[in-house]
């Protein structure tokens, strides 16, 4: 069977690529998170490249190749979300905002709470602060593209929840869209109370259903 050699070649590319670099120290959820990205970037390219060409040969050098752009792509984006990510903490320490890292995604949760009065979609006059250092961070790392997301509990109809969440999620937006952040890099969207990540029984499980989530997602450069 070819294709053991290729995924071993591929594995060794990955691994000596990204060996200067093995992620931020201060990300809890995996200190090499860099490294698994190039391996699995220099995985997918030799799949990518020994699906390709006439013959074996051909195939194995395609492979090879394959393997080394994935990597290096991999080990960068990794990278630069790694720094982002620090930036991000730092900036946002003590603010109330979770800094969660998925992947290569990272998502700010903004509790309604410290966002919005009740019922109302005006962010918080205390709270632009934050959503300033958030844009100053976006506009600095801008190989990304932006999700902001609204979602609420389940009180109350799911069309008043619906457009809710629609217009939270807009609101900040807008703001940071005029402490310029590129408003083509964004998607707007409202979930009202389809995507609880707690009950919604008890007050502490709603609170943490009302909450605008920022998911910035790296594109290649």
Do not use: W
């Not at 670099?21 to 959820?29: F, L, R, V």
């Not at 994935?70 to 603010?95: C, N, P, T, W």
Request: net charge neutral; with cysteine; proline share 4%.
């Amino acid at each position: 069977m070819k294709t053991l050699p290729l995924f071993s070649a591929a594995l060794a590319v990955a691994i000596a690529g990204c060996a200067s670099y093995t992620g931020q120290t201060d990300a809890p959820d995996d200190p090499n998170r860099t490294r698994t990205g190039a391996i699995i970037g220099a995985v997918t390219g030799a799949v990518v490249g020994a699906a390709t060409g006439d013959d074996a040969t051909e195939r194995r050098q395609r492979a090879l190749v394959g393997a080394a752009v994935g990597a290096g792509v991999g080990a960068g984006i990794g990278a630069y979300q790694d720094r982002q990510e620090a930036e991000l903490r730092k900036r946002l320490a003590g603010s109330g905002v979770d800094v969660i890292r998925q992947g290569d995604n990272i998502i700010l949760n903004m509790p309604s709470g410290i966002t919005f009065d009740v019922d109302s979609a005006a962010i918080k006059p205390q709270f632009q602060p934050v959503l300033d250092d958030v844009a100053a961070t976006l506009s600095q790392y801008h190989q990304t593209r932006i999700e902001v997301a609204g979602h609420t509990d389940s009180t109350g109809s799911e069309q008043y929840n619906q457009q809710l969440s629609e217009r939270r999620a807009q609101s900040v937006a807008n703001y940071l869209a005029g402490r310029g952040v590129a408003y083509a890099r964004m998607t707007v969207l409202g979930y009202g109370e389809t995507r609880p990540v707690a009950t919604n029984e008890t007050a502490e499980g709603r609170a943490r259903n009302r909450r605008v989530e920022i998911t910035i997602v790296p594109v290649a450069s």
